[in-house]
Every structure is written in structure tokens, then in C-alpha cells.
């Protein structure tokens, strides 16, 4: 009798992504088909179950497909790879498995927080690297797998390095990285589902309170931070709580848009360039960024 293996599940934060089965190529040549021999055996000698992954570890998947996972090749960061593990938690659901979609949207709550205590600034990320999961499937989960690796994987190329930041950072640099984040993350993470105010007054009213206090302290931190630019930052970034305080507390819709739009303007990722560049930060928005405020 067979017994089969468990698999994890590879989902991406924006898209859905698979690593299945390894795939050898030969070569007619003899010379090629030694060499290509070698590099099958170094690559089955790297090989690791996708439940013993930690955080820092650099891998190449066993090919791509919709699907689940088994095992990655790990290599050596400095080598070109296709992901590298960026942060881990375990999921504290009971016994019962919650579901794909639960564990999905855990994972798409909890792995930002996670890369970003790796890779602080996202700025600084290859382009082209997104941010995957690997999370527990139905099977795995009845052998007590709770784990989820965050990945950062390469939608296309390769990787080249280690991402890992967080160590080389000043106490200026994660100071302003830490406001900027949280910042952000208190923006997209209250997003109501509703596509107007009018329709959801409460639930925009609530974004705006959490991004106003988001606000608060990242203004607070910046007036440790010296710098001509940062200053300049700070007032930008004071004058828009102010605005964002006053969409929270907006009588109706009409309220609520006079303070948002100059709000949601002062907050534009590009009016925090000169600040980032006073700082040794990275001074590229990213595109997806860039995309939202420019339209």
C-alpha cells in the first residue's frame, strides 16, 4: 500500500502560484550529458521538504504549475534563485482545518507584517519579486502542519542575494521605515469593501481614524530624525493627519471627500523621495504604488 506524502500549498499575496515535481533535461553530447548529470545529483543532494523551510533560506522550486508542493532545492543565497524565505508564523485555528480561504486570508494578513521584519524597506526589492505563502493543505494539516512560510519569489528572472535588511539598517533608517510601513499598512489593511463612501461611511470613516493614527506616531518618530527633507516630511505629514482626523469625523459623504482628497494627496509615496534620499533609502517607488497614486 502506497502512502503518499503530504504537500503545502504555494499562494501568492496578488496571484497564485504553484511548485510541483523535479524535471530533468539531457544532452546528446557526452561531456553535456556528465555535466548534466552532476547538476542532477547536486540538485537532488539540495533537495528539502517544503515543511522544514526557515526563515533566510533561499530555494528554487521543482517547477511551476497550479498545485501544491513536496520539496524545493535549497542553494546558497549568493547563487541565482528563484525565492528566499522572508518570515514564518504558525496558525492557532483548533483542530478542525479552517478552510483554503480562512488560511488564505490569514496568510495574506500576517506575511506582509513578517516580510517586513526581514526586508524593512520594499523600496529596495528586486523588481519583479512578490510576496507568496506557503500554507498547510487539508492533508497536512491532519498531520499537525500550522506553519506559513512568506517568500518573496521572482514572477520572472532570478534573485541575487540575500534580502535580508534589517541588520544593515541605521537607527534613523528603521525609525522612518517602521512610520512609513505601519502607515500603509493601516491604509490598505482598512480598505472597505465598498466601492463609495456614500455606500459605507462608517467603514471609510474607520480607515481614516486608523490612518490618522498611523500618522500620529510616524510623525512622532520622524522628530527624532535630523534632516532638512525629513523636517519637510514631517509637516507634510502632520497638515495630512490633521485632514484624515477630520474625514474620520465627517457629518456625511460631502465632508468626508473635502478632507480626504488633500489627505489621501499628502500622503503620496513621491513626497517622501527627498526624505528617503537624505536617508540612504531606497528612492524608487514601486510600481504598483506609483500606479494608485497616478490615477
Avoid at 542532477?40 to 508542493?69: H, I, M, W
Avoid at 467603514?203 to 523636517?231: M, N, P
Avoid at 495630512?240 to 482626523?245: D, I, Q
Avoid at 513621491?270 to 537624505?278: H, I, L, T
Amino acid at each position: 500500500m502506497a502512502i503518499r506524502a503530504p504537500h503545502r500549498s504555494l499562494r501568492g499575496i496578488s496571484a497564485v502560484v504553484a511548485l510541483l515535481a523535479i524535471g530533468a533535461v539531457g544532452c546528446s553530447e557526452v561531456s553535456d550529458a556528465v555535466d548534466s548529470a552532476k547538476d542532477g545529483a547536486k540538485k537532488v543532494a539540495r533537495q528539502r521538504s517544503v515543511f522544514s523551510l526557515d526563515t533566510g533560506d533561499c530555494y528554487n522550486p521543482n517547477g511551476k504549475a497550479e498545485g501544491e508542493a513536496y520539496s524545493v532545492e535549497i542553494v546558497p543565497c549568493d547563487e541565482a534563485h528563484e525565492g528566499q524565505v522572508v518570515g514564518e508564523f504558525t496558525i492557532d485555528e483548533g483542530t478542525e482545518y479552517p478552510g483554503d480561504d480562512k488560511i488564505s486570508t490569514i496568510a495574506d494578513n500576517r506575511c506582509p507584517v513578517e516580510a517586513q521584519k526581514y526586508s524593512p524597506d520594499t523600496w529596495a526589492l528586486p523588481k519583479g519579486a512578490a510576496l507568496f505563502y506557503y500554507t498547510p493543505t487539508k492533508e497536512s494539516w491532519t498531520t499537525g502542519d500550522r506553519a506559513v512560510s512568506c517568500t518573496y519569489t521572482a514572477e520572472g528572472g532570478k534573485l541575487n542575494g540575500s534580502l535580508e535588511t534589517a541588520k544593515s539598517l541605521k537607527p534613523e533608517q528603521t525609525t522612518y521605515l517602521t512610520g512609513s510601513n505601519a502607515l500603509y499598512e493601516a491604509l490598505w489593511a482598512n480598505q472597505p469593501e465598498k466601492d463609495t463612501v456614500e455606500d459605507d461611511l462608517a467603514g471609510y470613516k474607520a480607515q481614516a481614524k486608523a490612518v490618522a493614527a498611523a500618522l500620529d506616531a510616524h510623525v512622532e518618530g520622524l522628530g527624532g530624525i535630523e534632516g532638512t527633507e525629513v523636517g519637510k516630511l514631517r509637516a507634510t505629514l502632520t497638515k495630512a493627519a490633521g485632514n484624515w482626523k477630520k474625514a474620520a469625523n465627517a457629518a456625511d459623504a460631502d465632508a468626508f471627500y473635502v478632507a480626504y482628497d488633500p489627505a489621501f494627496t499628502d500622503i503620496d509615496p513621491n513626497k517622501s523621495v527627498a526624505a528617503r534620499e537624505e536617508l540612504g533609502l531606497a528612492t524608487t517607488v514601486p510600481a504598483d504604488e506609483a500606479e494608485v497614486w497616478a490615477g
